[in-house]
């Protein structure tokens, strides 16, 4: 699923203390700057994307191995999948649809068992990015800088704004919504919309928060 033009920033109204709306922002909203991992020495950096007609383009310089990624590059978990006819009896077809993590080499094909003559063939499978598997960045599957496990569950965020949004609504004793089914706010995991949980989801934020700010 590629990653689609976050919508605008501006006009949005001025938040009223104890009260949160859901303006229909989208996740991706937050994507043109993300506070990563590098994938190879662990090191903090940034991806920085900018949306040009009909396209991000994005890259990413690691300060500590040097690694550069840019447009296109994928280092995320994967799914593997493929298809083919039984080597031995023709019965068609035998599947392949495996997720891969990130930083596991997978091989170029995997083997399949026919559910006509139980025999095992090799299927020759491709690759798509997982963008959803982990908490890493939709555009390289880097791993995410701020991730902060809590005992409901796991929060991260992409940057300050992000993490501003996310505080605006933990603090807030009334939430609206005009039914934006694809928010970001609407998606978010069942735990963080407990009351219950508001608190322990607002020291999560400001912990998160403080980390950005110590880089």
């Known amino acids: 699923m590629a990653v689609r033009r976050p919508p605008g920033r501006r006009g949005r109204p001025a938040p009223v203390p104890g009260r949160h709306f859901d303006d229909g922002r989208g996740l991706n909203a937050f994507a043109d700057r993300i506070a990563v991992r590098c994938h190879r020495c662990d090191t903090p950096g940034w991806v920085l994307a900018s949306w040009q007609p009909y396209r991000w383009t994005v ?3 690691c300060t500590g191995c040097s690694v550069a990624l840019d447009s296109g590059d994928w280092v995320g978990a994967v799914c593997m999948s493929g298809r083919r006819p039984c080597g031995y009896c023709g019965h068609q077809w035998l599947y392949v649809h495996r997720r891969i993590a990130s930083g596991v080499r997978s091989p170029a094909t995997f083997p399949a068992r026919c559910g006509q003559c139980g025999r095992s063939s090799d299927v020759d ?3 798509a990015p997982l963008r959803d598997a982990e908490p890493a960045d939709p555009h390289f599957g880097l791993p995410l800088h701020l991730v902060e496990p809590t005992r409901a569950g796991l929060l991260w965020a992409y940057n300050a704004e992000h993490l501003q949004a996310l505080h605006e609504y933990a603090v807030a004793t009334l939430r609206e919504t005009k039914g934006h089914h694809r928010s970001m706010f609407s998606r978010l995991p069942q735990w963080m919309k407990l ?4 608190v322990l989801l ?3 934020v ?3 928060q403080k980390r950005l700010l110590q880089g």
């Open 59 to 61: 890259r990413f310089r």
């Open 125 to 127: 499978v491709s690759a």
């Open 195 to 198: 009351a219950r949980h508001r």
């Open 202 to 204: 607002q020291r999560a």
């Open 206 to 208: 400001e912990r998160l």
